[in-house]
């Protein structure tokens, strides 16, 4: 994966400098996106992308998760009624509810992951 400076990552991704961080992993072949301490988005080289919002309902994340969701090419966008997001899928206008899952001993949770190169969402864990 290409290095990018943190600037012109957020350029692409439509997001904004302030608070983010840009962390490559080459062992992996990933670049994580951080909105403060959380990995909001983590991106590998063959296309699948995972999305978290570490616990974090805020506006910000959502519309930090949704640029980044736009900007790889993903019709999916994350909406929010009565304090829940959900998922939507803009290919046939379903929504799904967001269960992020809890953050395991180390404080990682699952994320939702996604192919770029077939636009699809992917079970859990693949």
């Known amino acids: 994966m290409e290095h990018k400076s943190k600037t012109k ?9 302030y608070e983010t961080a840009v962390i490559y992993h ?4 990933s670049m994580a ?3 403060h301490d959380t990995a909001i988005a983590t991106i590998w080289g063959n296309g699948k ?3 978290d919002n570490g616990g974090w309902h805020t506006q910000t994340t959502k519309r930090r998760i949704n640029a980044i969701l736009d900007a790889l090419g993903l019709p ?25 899952g809890k953050p395991n001993w180390n404080g990682a949770t699952p994320g939702i992951y996604f192919d770029t190169n077939t636009k699809e969402l992917l079970p ?3």
């Open 9 to 17: 990552v957020c350029k692409e991704l439509g997001i904004p400098t």
């Open 26 to 29: 080459d062992y992996f072949d």
């Open 33 to 35: 996106v951080y909105y």
């Open 49 to 51: 992308v995972k999305i």
């Open 76 to 100: 999916y966008s994350i909406v929010q009624r009565d304090y829940i997001w959900y998922l939507c899928d803009h290919r046939n206008g379903t929504e799904t509810q967001l269960v992020f």
């Open 124 to 126: 859990q864990g693949e």
